[in-house]
């Protein structure tokens, strides 16, 4: 075992190649080429400005909703200026370092780093007893069986990476459905017109999370529960008909001045409730993105970039507020994908 490891002094010395003859850049010989260079690069800087003018126009001009590929033609053109830009900087940068800065070799001495020749047989003595004690090479079936479980380390983190919930494709519609009653979050009690004066918000769900089935049973449990509520949570205010200003085909989604949107914050998720009744302006805690309930729950404030998804509702037979369908817009943080999967939402209905 103590040819395992080869001592010091059987290793080859390397030469000390020394320093090749400088080679001069047809910069610094030839005035043209190195004008030709400067222009190369200032024409490099040049178009990453552009670049950088086009991010901004492109920023203003294009639709959010905007598709190209099925991504997100906003994403797509932002990245595109804005990484252009920055690769030509980076490579102008670099070519102006190489051809065009000063050229000068330097010389910087060093002494020798390596320990001391008995300090080295010291170690590969210790290191070569250590080998033969622990009989690793005798005992293969230890050896491959450790080899193996060290493999093995890597399965955990990649089972876990199912904890991070399921993907979002397909799992943005929620329970809501036509004619689902909408309940009081709290009590669970079905809500009336009349049990909301003007001014008032009130927390609520859908019925779904109270009902149970014939032996009793919650229809709704544990985790499909909790995602349930996570995505169906909904605030339902009351304002003064002639103060909302629906916008075309959503005229009858209220009921006298009620109306219902999703709490969940469209930014990245935060549940909204801090509502200001004279303005009808709902803020989200986490990042201050303000709504517009009165206006169709648009934006008028912070990063959310989509209005607050609305809830279509009606009144039932008994006079209790119902839902008209589901959401038909998508509830819940944007991503890019997202214009698609609307796309495929509004397919549906
Ligand atoms: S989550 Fe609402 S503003 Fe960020």
């Known amino acids: 075992m103590t040819d395992l490891i080869e001592s010091p002094d059987a290793s080859e010395p390397i030469k000390n190649p020394g320093l090749q003859e400088h080679q001069e850049r047809p910069q610094d010989v030839d005035p043209k080429a190195a004008s030709r260079t400067e ?5 490099m800087f040049g178009l990453a400005t552009l670049l950088m003018l086009g991010f901004c126009v492109a920023y203003v001009t294009i ?4 598709t190209f590929l099925g991504w997100s033609a906003m994403n797509f053109t932002l990245g595109a200026t804005l990484g252009g830009a920055l690769l030509l900087m980076g490579v102008g940068i670099i070519q102006w370092a190489k051809k065009l800065m000063g050229d000068h070799e330097i010389i910087e001495m060093r002494h020798p780093v390596a320990s001391t020749t008995e300090d080295r047989e010291a170690v590969l003595k210790d290191l070569n007893q250590g080998i033969k ?11 491959n069986s450790l ?11 990649v089972i876990l990476l199912g904890d991070l919930g399921p993907l979002p494709h397909g799992q943005r519609n929620t329970v809501w459905k036509k004619g689902m009653r909408v309940v009081n979050d709290v009590s669970g009690t079905p809500i009336k017109p009349s049990d909301l004066e003007v001014g008032a918000l009130v927390n609520a769900e859908p019925a779904i999370m109270y009902e149970t089935d014939e032996h009793g049973e919650h229809v709704l449990h544990g985790k499909e529960l909790l995602q349930a509520k996570s995505k169906a949570a909904v605030i339902v205010v009351r304002m003064r ?3 909302v200003t629906p916008s075309k085909g959503r005229e009858n989604w209220g009921i006298d001045g009620i109306l219902c949107y999703s709490k969940i914050c469209t930014h990245v998720g935060c549940p909204i409730s801090l509502y200001e009744q004279q303005t ?9 993105s303000t709504f ?6 648009k934006v008028i404030f912070g990063p959310a970039h989509r209005a607050l998804p609305q809830l279509p509702l009606a009144v039932d037979s008994e006079g209790y507020l119902i839902a008209v369908s589901d959401f038909p817009h998508i509830v819940g943080p944007s991503y890019p ?8 939402l509004d397919k549906k209905s």
Request: aromatic share 0%; net charge negative; with cysteine.
């Open 39 to 43: 222009r190369q690069i200032s024409g």
């Open 63 to 66: 639709d959010k909703d905007q």
């Open 133 to 143: 004690e622990s009989a690793i090479g005798r005992r293969p079936l230890i050896r």
């Open 147 to 157: 080899l193996g479980a060290m493999g093995a380390l890597g399965l955990p983190a």
């Open 241 to 243: 008909p002639e103060d």
């Open 280 to 288: 009808h302006h709902v803020l989200c805690p986490c990042h201050q």
């Open 292 to 297: 517009d309930l009165a206006d169709n729950g």
């Open 337 to 344: 994908e997202l214009a698609r999967d609307q796309k495929k």
